[in-house]
């Protein structure tokens, strides 16, 4: 069975189109996440939600917008895409926030392609 | 203040050899500070984690040296495979959960 997982696998679009990545865990976690890993490989995080309310929103552009109708899913929205933001975006989810040590659990991850 | 430094960048090692990555880091308020392994084509998985209060943990061939004083901790893999080739990287979070990551180190083993 798959923890966390994310749909599409692959995206490639045009400049200035809007998309969305979809993540859903069957972990029970109450805590999900957005990470960005850019082509050297380098892994920040963009948003983390808690029991569907936001509690961790990095210096993101507002056109990426994550919405998370439930506890098991967590979307991500991306409004008038550029060339930057291709990258492969990971959903993650842990047990719990704000008590470090909670192990994240990552999807398989969405590489987005912006042409 | 927020970053953690890795090295090296890339790492080659001969099977049956230990392979050794480092971090270091700056902010005294991270308390918990795991170690991730990325296969080409996957999400990071944890491989192991320490806390502060402890200088070393050790699971399977796999090691973590922890430096307080130094603010600074390793990875060690003995017994090195092939199959350990894959990127890893190092980790450190606060009670908010956020993980800030290092910048990542390729390994790659060779029969």
């Known amino acids: 069975d798959t923890a966390v997982s994310q749909t599409p696998k692959y995206l490639v679009t045009q400049m200035g189109n809007d998309k969305s990545i979809k993540c859903e865990q069957n972990l029970g976690h109450d805590t999900m996440y957005w990470y960005k890993q850019d082509s050297k490989k380098f892994l920040k995080i963009m948003f983390s939600?808690?029991?569907?309310?936001?509690?961790i929103n990095e210096t993101v552009p507002n056109r990426f917008s994550p919405k998370s109708p439930d506890k098991a899913h967590l979307n991500l929205h991306i409004n008038s895409l550029e060339l930057g933001d291709s990258a492969v975006y990971f959903c993650?989810?842990?047990?719990?926030?704000?008590?470090?040590?909670?192990?994240?659990?990552f999807g398989p991850g969405t590489r987005l392609t912006v042409l | 203040q927020q970053q953690v430094k890795q090295s090296p960048q890339s790492l080659i090692v001969q099977k049956g050899g230990i392979s050794i990555i480092n971090c270091a880091y700056e902010?005294?308020?991270?308390?918990?500070f795991p170690w991730y392994q990325q296969f080409p084509g996957k999400g990071p998985a944890l491989l192991i984690a320490?806390?502060?209060?402890?200088s070393e943990k050790k699971e399977g061939r796999f090691t973590i040296s922890f430096n307080k004083s130094a603010k600074q901790f390793s990875l060690h893999i003995m017994d090195s495979q092939p199959g350990d080739s894959a990127t890893y990287f190092c980790?450190?979070?606060?009670?908010?959960?956020?993980?800030?990551f290092g910048t990542g180190t390729r390994l790659q083993v060779f029969p």
């Open positions: 980790a450190a979070s606060m009670a908010a959960d956020k993980l800030i």
């Open positions: 902010n005294t308020a991270f308390d918990y």
């Open positions: 320490i806390r502060p209060d402890v």
């Open positions: 939600y808690n029991n569907k309310e936001l509690i």
């Open positions: 993650a989810s842990s047990q719990a926030s704000g008590r470090a040590g909670n192990e994240q659990f």
